[in-house]
T-cell receptor
Framework: AQKITQTQPGMFVQEKEAVTLDCTYDTSDPSYGLFWYKQPSSGEMIFLIYQGSYDQQNATEGRYSLNFQKARKSANLVISASQLGDSAMYFCAMRAQNTGNQFYFGTGTSLTVIP | DTEVTQTPKHLVMGMTNKKSLKCEQHMGHRAMYWYKQKAKKPPELMFVYSYEKLSINESVPSRFSPECPNSSLLNLHLHALQPEDSALYLC????????????????FGDGTRLSIL
């Protein structure tokens, strides 16, 4: 079975600072993908960044980067230069080869950016 | 603007009403999903359609009835709902599972906020 764990229910960060949101996962499948989504209070789920289990380099997308440590089964999201608009819920998710179309979500982290 | 369109954005209905939620995507995705989400919680999977066939039903009560008329459309028919069914209902789509790398993300609509009176 696949499992995603996010241990930080809430996080605070000062504007313009960097913040790391933790995500650990558990799967016996050697081929999987890890995804981060942002959900503002308005409700839409926004895809941020993807990391594949075979990727040799950490993924980056603008101010978002993924600290992928395969041996530790962790895929932490790093947001650099935080902005007020980054305040939202953040969900880590996984898709594995053996479970095809199904995505597994963590419990989420609520990030608040302080001016 | 999201590439997955959900209507309506808000819906208030009584417990005896019948209503439908609609979802449309034109990205050529062959997997479509319905999720239920309560505030500050992760989305809970309800149904998955793969190539217009129902492939996953997460033991959802029969008062929720999904329908996939074609590869672009997904409906969720609602009947005799309970107050605990009040939630945000999210539709998503992704590239259909092709048996290779699981590297395709889901794309979500903005959701329908459903309130049951």
């Amino acid at each position: 079975a696949q499992k995603i764990t996010q241990t930080q229910p809430g996080m605070f960060v000062q504007e313009k600072e960097a913040v790391t949101l933790d995500c650990t996962y558990d799967t016996s499948d050697p081929s999987y993908g890890l995804f981060w989504y942002k959900q503002p209070s308005s409700g839409e789920m926004i895809f941020l960044i993807y990391q594949g289990s075979y990727d040799q380099q950490n993924a980056t997308e603008g101010r978002y980067s993924l600290n992928f440590q395969k041996a530790r089964k962790s895929a932490n999201l790093v947001i650099s230069a935080s902005q007020l608009g980054d305040s939202a819920m953040y969900f880590c998710a996984m898709r594995a080869q053996n479970t095809g179309n199904q995505f597994y979500f963590g419990t989420g982290t609520s990030l608040t950016v302080i001016p | 603007d999201t590439e997955v369109t959900q209507t309506p954005k808000h819906l208030v209905m009584g417990m005896t009403n019948k209503k439908s939620l609609k979802c449309e995507q034109h990205m050529g995705h062959r997997a479509m999903y319905w999720y239920k989400q309560k505030a500050k919680k992760p989305p809970e999977l309800m149904f998955v359609y793969s190539y217009e066939k129902l492939s996953i039903n997460e033991s959802v009560p029969s008062r929720f009835s999904p329908e996939c008329p074609n590869s672009s459309l997904l409906n969720l028919h609602l009947h005799a709902l309970q107050p605990e069914d009040s939630a945000l209902y999210l539709c998503a789509s992704s590239q259909g599972w092709g048996g290779t790398l699981p590297n395709q993300p889901q794309h979500f609509g903005d959701g329908t906020r459903l309130s049951i009176l």
